[in-house]
């Protein structure tokens, strides 16, 4: 990408908001509210201005701070200001809007069969209920490997299988799992299938949130940490990966001295660079990390457009969401964006061909993303606080467990949960 | 002698290393071809147990395929039967109920029904499968026989085993029935645990397709070659590939030959791995396994372990004692050597104490010291450290030259040569400067390139060729000296004693002729006269610089000598028409501490000198400036200056050498020495002082002489009040000499006014007359422009009266202006320069009587007449001439010829016999001084105021001295000056008179 092209795409944003509606006074106008930054994204800014164009119906875009924007939307909830949509990710702070109470349910909707599964189902809460309409970008995470430093092996199909690969190529001197101790976000693909999986996921994570367990009482994380602890004893992270960071997993990886990292697929088009291997070079598979047994993926956090349920023009704004569900608007509105499909009509979009590889993969193991969306007081960084201190060898694999824990609830305290 | 001792000195310290290390290379070799022996040994031990494992594996595994299909196939029969159970034959069990029993019996994981299109159905979860097979059943149907293949069910690899049968089953209308095992489940066949767990072995294809593996997780690979890649270069994978193609094509079905193997070592990332592949005689199958050499061999390695911790134990006995050995001898050699080197450190640093030569050493690259002597400190004054830190430190001792030699030029030294020269150092403490021949060797020290300076001291041989030189030259000069000073006095005595020798001819011829003898006698006298100090100053030249003279330090006054010395050059200058002045600067002090003759006879010459050599008409200054003063001691500056014909810049400079004229055709004209100045020059030395001249041919010169005295403190100046003075008016056209008189005069409590012309002077005396202020004195110059002194005191005295004292100030001879100042009412005469103390003395009798004219002292002239000497000498023409004198001068005179004779007759005369004693010095019997001192101790009435004045050729100041010491009154020189005679009687007799005594 040019330098000067993100900035060329945040001021035509910027226009596109003014003209759609950014000023608009119009008392028929839809509010929309979002976060400043979720409203400038390309395809979000097409996709208002197509619906103005198409119908002719006015939209009053309403952006707030990011660090507002909790707060703010929730004040502007209980008043006459309230907005008609209001955008949301499916997590933990989501709670806090009493869903149940102010927004619409589309169990019903028209387009709920056109969303993808892994979309629906981050989009559903426990009890089975479509909250909103995914209108958002969206990717894989998984294990990305070297096609050709893995010749000779196979998709491992067993976490033992997996683990024996590791140590074949290691005895091969390769070293089979860029995880740098700065990166923070790799555990928690491994933690999604222990709250994710029915029927004692979403149990387990309620009783966590509920603070009636805490990680030590669930096995699958000392599991998974466990096999984390192993695996940088064996040397599967390689050697000096406490040293190394975000910036350290391109070259690691292009160079070929590193055989897989945990990531996601359209980091092969924003971070890395081609060296002795190129992105071609790399095909995805599950991330194994002992909590399933075939392995994980994680899809995409999803920004979801939710309709207000005391809205007077809740009508129409069921109508702009069918409108955003129809694949002629929405591939207009993603046209040449690079992200995973959220709706299966969904043909514009760019994709990469590891996802599309592993499609039938994806389509088996893919999992929401739980651990971070909807754990309260998970930190992705506080956790690899933990990991890092049991990788230096200050603490054991219980104690790593209970830091990881304790750090959870500091943080939820720390942000107002009543936990 | 034994033969140990009769070898050669290299030999010894070479044969023990030599034999040393022939034994650890033969220990070496022997360990080399053992452990190579061993490492194939092992290898072929390697190798057979391997072969030996794995075809118990192949076999095993071949009886676990046939095992299987023996399964499928009772299976088989059963489950066709089944299908006809209710009807045929009564079984209790139904088929699903006897799979399962099968299924937990034999440990499969599930049993699949097969038809032609590679469909399958799942007996376990009961269920088509949602895509064919990939492998196999093709195979089975083609061949209608058992099969072994592996397949993907879902995502789990599985091997299978199937059979051909016929039937439907659920629906389903199969063609084969097979049951499939997990890798997990079938590593147990592969005996995965051989070789503690360590080994990978596979079931694989001859391409390398690995159908299952015994590896513990190694369900993922899925082709070995490839894995292989990278571990092992292509063409030895390609060799096993196509080696194992060759093995499974010769093998008999489910019957390998026992010979049918393939066995690869191989070595990766310093691990041993060793490969054995063999057929299992099932299609392209084969069993291969990859296993770390040390685990193969474990038991062989351990003896062989064993073996090598024994042979190095030994090895390490033998070397430790080999070391041990070695040890001794070099500490042996090594203290001997420390020894002789520390003897010669020692040596070596004694020598360096003890000699005065400096060695370096320095690294040709860097310039740094590698070695220094120690003996740098004490000869050079240069810290050791600092010297071996930089060697340019000791430049900074060098003087004129240069120890650090540019780069280039040292580099450009051939080694083996060598480049040297000569240098003066300067000790930096003590300035001690030392002569060293340095000597920079460019030289080869065992392979490395150093410099090696060797500063060799030539400081003695220095001096003594200095001293040498200097004997050498100081003879050659004493040489030069001596025939310059014959040559000089040849001349100069030679020429005087030519004229009184012809004029003495000529007179005798001219006897009877007045005038020309007149003529003759008044040259022959100039000519003895020239002759004579020609003598006197060669005398005190060798006295001078024989270091005999000596200072005679007294009191004396400062306007007395400058009077006596006007006295004595004014006449001169005044012969010449000169104008000659003296002045003061700086208020000097009257009464000093000084030898005053020696002082007298440097300004005496410097002021002939000047008179001398100034034409006629010239102008003289002297002055003396008191130019410092620090309690009783002062410092003065005597100025002679002069307008004559000057000096050229050549002569200046040894105008104070002896013998020194200058060679031109006015200075050839004037007689001299050309001792005077050099005599001058060494009696100002002699007291301390600096002579310097400034002079140019046609301008004059100007001599300096700076001395220091001690001056006398003066007594209270109370008395000018006493005498009721307290104005005073000066009148001199010299402003300088105004304002000097009035610096003099500061303190005394009088007045000074001035000015500068006689008019003024008129004016100011009248003016204050009219005032009723007159002045107490008036002093005025001789000679002024428009009214001169004599004019002015004229008109002062007219319209003032004849009270106020008037007094004229004059550098001249006032006697051809006495008279006429007289009648203009001068009360007196003071002589130029104006003192404090000549003035008070001048002045105390017109305040103590009537103002009147001061008179005259009485002529000398008559002085001797009438009187009776005793003379002593006992040179009879001396005496007789003496005799003669005396008698024109109308004296007489009694003789003694010894002093012992003198005293006698002096001790037998009436008192008031003798009028004085005329004393000779060097006498026989008793000398002058002796009999001094004898008449001083006797008894006689006049024994202590009988004036004794000394007569005699000693001359030196030490002379009059030594006379005055024993009791004389004065010295008078030989030959006897009659002026001077009579001088000095008429003086001492005065004083007799005034009853003042010496």
Same mark, same amino acid.
């Given at each position: 990408?040019?330098?000067?092209?993100?900035?060329?795409?945040?001021?035509?944003?910027?226009?596109?908001?003014?003209?759609?509606?950014?000023?608009?006074?119009?008392?028929?106008?839809?509010?929309?509210?979002?976060?400043?930054?979720?409203?400038?994204?390309?395809?979000?800014?097409?996709?208002?201005?197509?619906?103005?164009?198409?119908?002719?119906?006015?939209?009053?875009?309403?952006?707030?701070?990011?660090?507002?924007?909790?707060?703010?939307?929730?004040?502007?909830?209980?008043?006459?200001?309230?907005?008609?949509?209001?955008?949301?990710?499916?997590?933990?702070?989501?709670?806090?809007?009493?869903?149940?109470?102010?927004?619409?349910?589309?169990?019903?909707?028209?387009?709920?069969?056109?969303?993808?599964?892994?979309?629906?189902?981050?989009?559903?809460?426990?009890?089975?209920?479509?909250?909103?309409?995914?209108?958002?970008?969206?990717?894989?995470?998984?294990?990305?490997?070297?096609?050709?430093?893995?010749?000779?092996?196979?998709?491992?199909?067993?976490?033992?299988?997996?683990?024996?690969?590791?140590?074949?190529?290691?005895?091969?001197?390769?070293?089979?799992?860029?995880?740098?101790?700065?990166?923070?976000?790799?555990?928690?693909?491994?933690?999604?299938?222990?709250?994710?999986?029915?029927?004692?996921?979403?149990?387990?994570?309620?009783?966590?949130?509920?603070?009636?367990?805490?990680?030590?009482?669930?096995?699958?994380?000392?599991?998974?940490?466990?096999?984390?602890?192993?695996?940088?004893?064996?040397?599967?992270?390689?050697?000096?990966?406490?040293?190394?960071?975000?910036?350290?997993?391109?070259?690691?990886?292009?160079?070929?001295?590193?055989?897989?990292?945990?990531?996601?697929?359209?980091?092969?088009?924003?971070?890395?660079?081609?060296?002795?291997?190129?992105?071609?070079?790399?095909?995805?598979?599950?991330?194994?990390?002992?909590?399933?047994?075939?392995?994980?993926?994680?899809?995409?956090?999803?920004?979801?457009?939710?309709?207000?349920?005391?809205?007077?023009?809740?009508?129409?704004?069921?109508?702009?969401?069918?409108?955003?569900?129809?694949?002629?608007?929405?591939?207009?509105?993603?046209?040449?964006?690079?992200?995973?499909?959220?709706?299966?009509?969904?043909?514009?979009?760019?994709?990469?061909?590891?996802?599309?590889?592993?499609?039938?993969?994806?389509?088996?193991?893919?999992?929401?993303?739980?651990?971070?969306?909807?754990?309260?007081?998970?930190?992705?960084?506080?956790?690899?606080?933990?990991?890092?201190?049991?990788?230096?060898?200050?603490?054991?694999?219980?104690?790593?467990?209970?830091?990881?824990?304790?750090?959870?609830?500091?943080?939820?305290?720390?942000?107002?949960?009543?936990? | 002698?034994?033969?140990?001792?009769?070898?050669?000195?290299?030999?010894?310290?070479?044969?023990?290393?030599?034999?040393?290390?022939?034994?650890?290379?033969?220990?070496?070799?022997?360990?080399?071809?053992?452990?190579?022996?061993?490492?194939?040994?092992?290898?072929?031990?390697?190798?057979?147990?391997?072969?030996?494992?794995?075809?118990?594996?192949?076999?095993?595994?071949?009886?676990?395929?046939?095992?299987?299909?023996?399964?499928?196939?009772?299976?088989?029969?059963?489950?066709?039967?089944?299908?006809?159970?209710?009807?045929?034959? =009564?079984?209790?069990?139904?088929?699903?109920?006897?799979?399962?029993?099968?299924?937990?019996?034999?440990?499969?994981?599930?049993?699949?029904?097969?038809?032609?299109?590679?469909?399958?159905?799942?007996?376990?979860?009961?269920?088509?499968?949602?895509?064919?097979?990939?492998?196999?059943?093709?195979?089975?149907?083609?061949?209608?026989?058992?099969?072994?293949?592996?397949?993907?069910?879902?995502?789990?690899?599985?091997?299978?085993?199937?059979?051909?049968?016929?039937?439907?089953?659920?629906?389903?209308?199969?063609?084969?029935?097979?049951?499939?095992?997990?890798?997990?489940?079938?590593?147990?066949?592969?005996?995965?645990?051989?070789?503690?767990?360590?080994?990978?072995?596979?079931?694989?294809?001859?391409?390398?397709?690995?159908?299952?593996?015994?590896?513990?997780?190694?369900?993922?690979?899925?082709?070995?070659?490839?894995?292989?890649?990278?571990?092992?270069?292509?063409?030895?994978?390609?060799?096993?590939?196509?080696?194992?193609?060759?093995?499974?094509?010769?093998?008999?079905?489910?019957?390998?030959?026992?010979?049918?193997?393939?066995?690869?070592?191989?070595?990766?990332?310093?691990?041993?791995?060793?490969?054995?592949?063999?057929?299992?005689?099932?299609?392209?199958?084969?069993?291969?396994?990859?296993?770390?050499?040390?685990?193969?061999?474990?038991?062989?390695?351990?003896?062989?372990?064993?073996?090598?911790?024994?042979?190095?134990?030994?090895?390490?006995?033998?070397?430790?004692?080999?070391?041990?050995?070695?040890?001794?001898?070099?500490?042996?050699?090594?203290?001997?050597?420390?020894?002789?080197?520390?003897?010669?450190?020692?040596?070596?640093?004694?020598?360096?104490?003890?000699?005065?030569? *400096?060695?370096?050493?320095?690294?040709?690259?860097?310039?740094?010291?590698?070695?220094?002597?120690?003996?740098?400190?004490?000869?050079?004054? *240069?810290?050791?450290?600092?010297?071996?830190?930089?060697?340019?430190?000791?430049?900074?001792?060098?003087?004129?030259?240069?120890?650090?030699?540019?780069?280039?030029?040292?580099?450009?030294?051939?080694?083996?040569?060598?480049?040297?020269?000569?240098?003066?150092?300067?000790?930096?403490?003590?300035?001690?400067?030392?002569?060293?021949?340095?000597?920079?060797?460019?030289?080869?020290?065992?392979?490395?390139?150093?410099?090696?300076?060797?500063?060799?001291?030539?400081?003695?041989?220095?001096?003594?060729?200095?001293?040498?030189?200097?004997?050498?030259?100081?003879?050659?000069?004493?040489?030069?000296?001596?025939?310059?000073?014959?040559?000089?006095?040849?001349?100069?005595?030679?020429?005087?004693?030519?004229?009184?020798?012809?004029?003495?001819?000529?007179?005798?011829?001219?006897?009877?002729?007045?005038?020309?003898?007149?003529?003759?006698?008044?040259?022959?006298?100039?000519?003895?006269?020239?002759?004579?100090?020609?003598?006197?100053?060669?005398?005190?030249?060798?006295?001078?610089?024989?270091?005999?003279?000596?200072?005679?330090?007294?009191?004396?006054?400062?306007?007395?000598?400058?009077?006596?010395?006007?006295?004595?050059?004014?006449?001169?200058?005044?012969?010449?028409?000169?104008?000659?002045?003296?002045?003061?600067?700086?208020?000097?002090?009257?009464?000093?501490?000084?030898?005053?003759?020696?002082?007298?006879?440097?300004?005496?010459?410097?002021?002939?000198?000047?008179?001398?050599?100034?034409?006629?008409?010239?102008?003289?200054?002297?002055?003396?400036?008191?130019?410092?003063?620090?309690?009783?001691?002062?410092?003065?500056?005597?100025?002679?200056?002069?307008?004559?014909?000057?000096?050229?810049?050549?002569?200046?400079?040894?105008?104070?050498?002896?013998?020194?004229?200058?060679?031109?055709?006015?200075?050839?004209?004037?007689?001299?020495?050309?001792?005077?100045?050099?005599?001058?020059?060494?009696?100002?030395?002699?007291?301390?002082?600096?002579?310097?001249?400034?002079?140019?041919?046609?301008?004059?010169?100007?001599?300096?002489?700076?001395?220091?005295?001690?001056?006398?403190?003066?007594?209270?100046?109370?008395?000018?009040?006493?005498?009721?003075?307290?104005?005073?008016?000066?009148?001199?056209?010299?402003?300088?000499?105004?304002?000097? *008189?009035?610096?003099?005069?500061?303190?005394?409590?009088?007045?000074?006014?001035?000015?500068?012309?006689?008019?003024?002077?008129?004016?100011?005396?009248?003016?204050?007359?009219?005032?009723?202020?007159?002045?107490?004195?008036?002093?005025?110059?001789?000679?002024?422009?428009?009214?001169?002194?004599?004019?002015?005191?004229?008109?002062?005295?007219?319209?003032?009266?004849?009270?106020?004292?008037?007094?004229?100030?004059?550098?001249?001879?006032?006697?051809?202006?006495?008279?006429?100042?007289?009648?203009?009412?001068?009360?007196?005469?003071?002589?130029? =320069?104006?003192?404090?103390?000549?003035?008070?003395?001048?002045?105390? =009798?017109?305040?103590?009587?009537?103002?009147?004219?001061?008179?005259?002292?009485?002529?000398?002239?008559?002085?001797?007449?009438?009187?009776?000497?005793?003379?002593?000498?006992?040179?009879?023409?001396?005496?007789?001439?003496?005799?003669?004198?005396?008698?024109?001068?109308?004296?007489?005179?009694?003789?003694?010829?010894?002093?012992?004779?003198?005293?006698?007759?002096?001790?037998?005369?009436?008192?008031?016999?003798?009028?004085?004693?005329?004393?000779?010095?060097?006498?026989?019997?008793?000398?002058?001084?002796?009999?001094?001192?004898? *008449?001083?101790?006797?008894?006689?009435?006049?024994?202590?105021?009988?004036?004794?004045?000394?007569?005699?050729?000693?001359?030196?100041?030490?002379?009059?001295?030594?006379?005055?010491?024993?009791?004389?009154?004065?010295?008078?020189?030989?030959?006897?000056?009659?002026?001077?005679?009579?001088?000095?009687?008429?003086?001492?007799?005065?004083?007799?008179?005034?009853?003042?005594?010496?």
């Amino acid at each position: 990408m040019k330098p000067y092209l993100p900035l060329a795409l945040a001021v035509a944003a910027s226009l596109a908001l003014a003209g759609c509606g950014g000023k608009t006074n119009d008392p028929d106008a839809l509010t929309i509210l979002g976060k400043k930054s979720d409203l400038t994204k390309p395809y979000m800014t097409e996709i208002f201005e197509h619906y103005q164009e198409t119908t002719g119906e006015k939209l009053k875009i309403r952006s707030v701070e990011d660090a507002e924007y909790e707060n703010e939307a929730l004040r502007l909830l209980g008043t006459d200001e309230a907005p008609d949509i209001l955008l949301h990710f499916h997590n933990a702070d989501l709670n806090r809007f009493n869903v149940e109470e102010n927004f619409l349910y589309f169990n019903d909707a028209p387009w709920a069969d056109e969303l993808t599964d892994s979309a629906r189902a981050y989009c559903t809460d426990a009890s089975g209920n479509l909250l909103g309409l995914p209108f958002w970008e969206s990717s894989v995470s998984g294990c990305y490997y070297n096609t050709k430093l893995l010749k000779g092996f196979g998709i491992p199909s067993t976490q033992e299988d997996f683990d024996g690969m590791c140590e074949s190529l290691l005895d091969k001197g390769i070293t089979p799992i860029f995880w740098p101790a700065g990166c923070s976000w790799m555990a928690q693909f491994g933690l999604d299938p222990v709250f994710a999986d029915a029927p004692n996921g979403p149990e387990t994570l309620a009783k966590l949130n509920a603070k009636e367990i805490k990680y030590e009482d669930i096995s699958s994380v000392t599991d998974m940490v466990t096999w984390i602890a192993n695996a940088a004893k064996k040397g599967w992270f390689g050697k000096d990966f406490l040293d190394k960071g975000w910036d350290d997993i391109s070259p690691a990886l292009a160079s070929g001295k590193a055989a897989m990292t945990f990531i996601w697929d359209t980091w092969f088009y924003t971070d890395f660079k081609d060296g002795t291997y190129t992105k071609d070079d790399f095909a995805l598979m599950p991330v194994f990390m002992n909590t399933a047994q075939r392995g994980t993926y994680e899809g995409g956090n999803l920004n979801m457009m939710m309709v207000n349920k005391n809205s007077a023009k809740k009508e129409i704004a069921i109508d702009f969401l069918e409108f955003c569900a129809a694949p002629e608007n929405y591939n207009v509105a993603f046209n040449g964006i690079s992200t995973v499909s959220v709706f299966k009509g969904q043909t514009t979009n760019i994709q990469s061909k590891m996802v599309t590889d592993a499609k039938s993969s994806i389509e088996k193991y893919e999992r929401v993303s739980t651990a971070s969306t909807k754990i309260v007081g998970y930190s992705a960084d506080d956790m690899m606080n933990a990991l890092n201190a049991l990788f230096r060898g200050e603490i054991t694999v219980d104690a790593c467990v209970k830091r990881m824990d304790e750090n959870r609830l500091a943080k939820a305290r720390a942000e107002g949960a009543e936990i | 002698m034994s033969k140990w001792s009769k070898m050669p000195k290299w030999l010894k310290y070479t044969i023990w290393p030599a034999v040393a290390c022939i034994v650890v290379a033969a220990v070496i070799m022997f360990m080399v071809g053992y452990f190579g022996f061993i490492s194939e040994q092992s290898d072929t031990d390697a190798e057979r147990n391997l072969k030996e494992t794995y075809t118990q594996v192949s076999n095993s595994f071949g009886k676990l395929m046939r095992r299987n299909w023996s399964i499928l196939e009772s299976c088989r029969d059963y489950i066709e039967l089944s299908d006809n159970y209710d009807s045929v034959t =009564p079984q209790k069990v139904t088929p699903k109920e006897f799979i399962e029993s099968k299924k937990e019996y034999w440990g499969f994981t599930d049993l699949y029904f097969l038809d032609a299109e590679r469909n399958y159905y799942s007996f376990t979860e009961d269920k088509q499968g949602d895509k064919p097979l990939e492998n196999g059943s093709q195979t089975l149907i083609d061949a209608n026989k058992p099969i072994m293949a592996g397949e993907t069910i879902g995502s789990l690899k599985v091997t299978m085993f199937a059979v051909a049968a016929k039937g439907e089953y659920n629906g389903f209308a199969y063609t084969a029935i097979g049951i499939s095992y997990t890798n997990t489940d079938m590593a147990k066949a592969l005996n995965a645990d051989a070789f503690g767990g360590t080994a990978r072995s596979f079931i694989l294809r001859a391409d390398g397709n690995v159908l299952l593996s015994a590896q513990r997780g190694g369900g993922a690979m899925d082709n070995y070659f490839d894995y292989l890649s990278g571990m092992l270069d292509d063409e030895t994978i390609d060799g096993i590939r196509a080696d194992l193609t060759a093995l499974c094509a010769d093998c008999e079905e489910l019957a390998p030959a026992a010979d049918a193997y393939g066995y690869l070592p191989y070595t990766f990332r310093g691990e041993q791995r060793c490969i054995i592949y063999m057929p299992i005689g099932y299609e392209d199958y084969a069993l291969l396994s990859d296993v770390p050499f040390t685990a193969v061999s474990h038991g062989f390695l351990l003896a062989q372990r064993a073996t090598m911790r024994v042979l190095l134990i030994i090895f390490s006995v033998v070397i430790a004692a080999v070391i041990a050995v070695l040890i001794v001898y070099i500490v042996t050699q090594s203290k001997h050597n420390r020894k002789e080197l520390q003897y010669r450190e020692r040596m070596f640093d004694v020598l360096s104490n003890n000699v005065n030569d *400096i060695f370096l050493m320095l690294d040709p690259q860097t310039q740094k010291v590698e070695y220094i002597s120690p003996n740098i400190e004490r000869l050079l004054g *240069i810290k050791l450290k600092d010297a071996r830190a930089n060697i340019r430190t000791m430049a900074s001792c060098a003087v004129d030259c240069n120890i650090i030699v540019p780069n280039e030029e040292l580099q450009a030294i051939p080694i083996g040569s060598s480049r040297d020269w000569e240098c003066e150092y300067m000790h930096q403490a003590t300035g001690e400067r030392r002569w060293y021949r340095v000597a920079i060797y460019h030289m080869s020290i065992q392979g490395m390139e150093k410099y090696v300076i060797v500063m060799s001291d030539r400081t003695l041989d220095k001096r003594l060729n200095k001293q040498l030189q200097e004997a050498f030259d100081a003879a050659q000069s004493a040489n030069e000296a001596k025939s310059n000073f014959l040559s000089n006095m040849s001349h100069d005595i030679r020429t005087p004693m030519n004229a009184i020798v012809g004029f003495s001819v000529l007179l005798e011829r001219n006897a009877g002729d007045e005038e020309l003898v007149r003529e003759y006698t008044r040259k022959i006298m100039a000519s003895s006269h020239h002759l004579l100090s020609l003598i006197n100053d060669v005398l005190d030249m060798s006295k001078i610089e024989s270091g005999k003279t000596s200072l005679n330090v007294e009191p004396f006054s400062l306007p007395d000598l400058l009077e006596e010395i006007k006295i004595i050059i004014l006449p001169q200058a005044k012969a010449k028409e000169q104008d000659f002045s003296i002045r003061t600067q700086g208020v000097p002090p009257d009464e000093l501490m000084g030898d005053r003759l020696r002082l007298n006879q440097i300004l005496i010459n410097l002021l002939s000198n000047a008179v001398k050599y100034t034409q006629l008409g010239g102008k003289i200054e002297f002055i003396v400036q008191k130019i410092e003063e620090s309690g009783q001691f002062c410092k003065l500056r005597f100025l002679v200056k002069d307008n004559g014909i000057g000096m050229s810049e050549d002569y200046v400079k040894e105008i104070f050498l002896p013998f020194s004229r200058e060679k031109n055709s006015v200075v050839n004209k004037i007689q001299g020495t050309g001792l005077g100045m050099a005599i001058t020059k060494n009696l100002v030395d002699l007291m301390g002082g600096i002579i310097e001249v400034e002079s140019a041919p046609g301008k004059g010169s100007t001599f300096t002489v700076e001395l220091s005295f001690t001056h006398v403190q003066e007594g209270a100046e109370d008395a000018w009040f006493r005498q009721h003075i307290t104005r005073m008016l000066v009148a001199d056209d010299e402003e300088d000499i105004c304002l000097n *008189i009035r610096e003099v005069m500061r303190g005394t409590g009088i007045d000074v006014s001035y000015v500068t012309d006689g008019a003024a002077a008129v004016e100011t005396a009248v003016k204050a007359h009219e005032h009723k202020s007159d002045f107490h004195v008036i002093l005025l110059d001789w000679k002024m422009p428009g009214l001169d002194g004599v004019e002015t005191a004229r008109r002062i005295r007219e319209k003032v009266g004849k009270d106020v004292p008037i007094l004229v100030l004059t550098s001249y001879d006032w006697s051809d202006i006495e008279q006429e100042a007289r009648e203009a009412g001068i009360n007196a005469f003071m002589p130029k =320069p104006f003192f404090t103390s000549t003035f008070f003395q001048t002045i105390r =009798p017109l305040f103590a009587e009537a103002p009147q004219m001061k008179a005259e002292e009485p002529p000398a002239e008559g002085a001797l007449n009438g009187r009776l000497f005793l003379v002593a000498e006992d040179n009879e023409l001396n005496a007789e001439i003496l005799q003669e004198m005396l008698a024109i001068e109308g004296a007489r005179c009694e003789l003694a010829t010894n002093g012992k004779i003198a005293v006698d007759m002096f001790s037998n005369a009436a008192p008031g016999y003798y009028d004085m004693i005329l004393m000779d010095v060097q006498m026989p019997v008793m000398n002058g001084y002796e009999a001094t001192r004898a *008449i001083r101790a006797s008894s006689h009435p006049e024994a202590q105021t009988i004036p004794i004045v000394a007569m005699t050729a000693n001359t030196f100041a030490e002379d009059v001295k030594n006379a005055l010491d024993a009791g004389m009154d004065a010295h008078l020189a030989k030959p006897i000056d009659m002026d001077a005679v009579r001088t000095t009687v008429a003086r001492i007799l005065e004083k007799r008179e005034k009853g003042e005594t010496n």
